[in-house]
């Protein structure tokens, strides 16, 4: 059963924006409810309001519209709800209007979709109270670059990418990183996506002599990329980035390819019990499910050590270390996670999971 079915079967979220009344803390969650997004929205919905129920907490959802200007209407009923802290906030257009109303209040906001460093900038800069545990922009290409120059700085490498905003920009941050350590691509090309097969381009990557290849772009043009390169018996180690997650489909990918992507928290073993609970509930705990219980995980003991002192809540967020669902998580000086959530991981019988052994 998919999220948005399987909250039908979560009371009190059926209204554009409602309360479901309990004693204790008062939490906000705002996320979109109608439209494209509603969806995902679903998703942050139905994981805070597993965890909120759980410790028998007031939930207030506030329906998000990720419109201009819309965000001052957001805050204020938060506000007029006296929630203590709110989180998820899909989109930038809604906490840029909704945080100067939040400071006046003391509500924090932990968001955890946005990624714009631009936002987060003008929140630091004008004391807006927000954390972010989404990935910042940028985190993606660190975390390639770090295993890149970790795994393969000995090695013939060649990047190559589908042609696409993402896949160039990807691509681009991680040559130039690369040649100011020092490290040039032995071949850089520019594939064309979507194709049947990629022969011309792996006999390429084998006359440039390169056995380690970066590739930006889909989770499918590397299936095609890793399947004729074993055809041709060209031994090449195969590394993606976080575009890997998604459908294994319509050519399923051959294990022992790599990529460097945001782990699936639903296989953590510490996760079980959760994971069972929602599933019995309806609700597959896909996307932003777990992170969202996690953001309420870390809002609950936030106000929780809040009321033990006369400090803001916000000053117990950061500087904090959080055990959550998706593991620990702490925030830096900048509001960012402290640690990046990226990981490098091996493709290997029908999931990724973290290599055993260094990509060789």
Not at 98 to 123: C, Q
Not at 189 to 212: C, H, I, M, S
Request: glycine share 8%; proline share 5%.
């Amino acid at each position: 059963m998919n999220t948005l079915r399987g909250l039908a079967l979560l009371p009190m979220l059926l209204l554009a924006a409602g309360e479901c009344h309990a004693a204790g803390l008062t939490i906000g969650v705002v996320a979109p409810q109608t439209g494209n997004l509603a969806p995902i929205g679903a998703q942050i919905i139905a994981g805070a309001t597993a965890r909120i129920q759980q410790d028998g907490n007031t939930i207030v959802t506030v329906a998000e519209t990720c419109e201009e200007n819309s965000g001052a209407a957001i805050a204020d009923a938060l506000i007029n709800a006296k929630v203590q802290l709110a989180v998820g906030f899909l989109c930038s257009e809604t906490l840029e209007g909704a945080l100067p109303k939040l400071k006046d209040a003391n509500i924090p906001a932990i968001t955890i979709s946005v990624r714009s460093r631009i936002l987060m900038e003008d929140a630091l800069k004008n004391a807006w109270p927000l954390y972010r545990m989404a990935p910042a922009d940028g985190a993606e290409a660190e975390k390639i670059i770090e295993v890149i120059v970790r795994e393969w700085a000995a090695s013939p490498i060649a990047l190559v990418e589908d042609g696409t905003i993402h896949g160039r920009e990807l691509t681009e941050a991680i040559r130039n990183a690369l040649e100011e350590k020092g490290l040039k691509p032995v071949f850089t090309d520019t594939y064309r996506p979507g194709q049947e097969q990629q022969v011309a381009l792996v006999r390429r990557l084998k006359k440039a002599g390169a056995t380690k290849v970066f590739v930006g772009g889909d989770r499918s043009d590397v299936a095609v990329i890793a399947r004729d390169a074993a055809a041709e018996k060209i031994q090449l180690d195969i590394l993606g980035g976080d575009a890997m997650r998604a459908a294994n489909q319509p050519l399923a990918l051959a294990d022992g390819v790599y990529a460097v992507a945001l782990p699936d928290y639903a296989a953590r073993p510490e996760a079980k019990s959760v994971v069972d609970a929602l599933r019995a509930g309806g609700v597959e705990p896909e996307g932003y499910v777990l992170p969202a219980y996690a953001a309420v995980e870390i809002a609950t003991k936030a106000v929780q050590d809040a009321g033990a002192d006369d400090r803001p809540i916000a000053q117990h967020i950061g500087g904090t270390s959080f055990e959550t669902i998706i593991g620990k998580i702490a925030f830096n000086a900048g509001h960012e996670l402290a640690d990046n959530p990226y990981r490098l991981l091996l493709w290997h019988a029908g999931s990724f999971v973290l290599p055993s052994a260094p990509i060789e």
